[in-house]
């Protein structure tokens, strides 16, 4: 089970340096939304390995509302730019 949570540590570098490397604001917060995803994921992979259902209840609660959050940033931001609200 050490093996599957250090692959999943692994996976989680992918996005952390796209975010990094990308300057555009859009694939940033799509960047972002996929750590989010494979963090809760871990939580919940760490919450089945201790039987613990509260560990369980947060990251369920982050993988819904968290990342319908983000994305819902994602679009403002993006609008907000093709609008020219944002000057470079």
């Known amino acids: 089970m050490n093996g599957i949570i250090i692959a999943m540590l692994l996976a989680l570098l992918i996005p952390i340096y796209e ?3 990308d300057s555009h604001i859009w694939q940033k917060m799509l960047a972002f939304a996929s ?3 494979k ?3 871990m939580i ?3 919450s089945v390995l201790r039987d613990d259902w509260m560990i369980g209840v ?3 609660l ?3 509302v968290g990342n319908a959050a983000l994305m819902l940033l994602a679009h403002v ?3 907000a730019d093709e ?3 944002y000057e470079r």
């Open 19 to 21: 975010a990094y490397r």
């Open 35 to 37: 750590i989010a995803t």
């Open 39 to 41: 963090t809760s994921m």
């Open 44 to 46: 919940l992979v760490v």
């Open 58 to 60: 947060v990251g369920v």
């Open 62 to 64: 982050i993988l819904s």
């Open 77 to 79: 931001i993006k609008r």
């Open 83 to 85: 609008a020219g609200v």
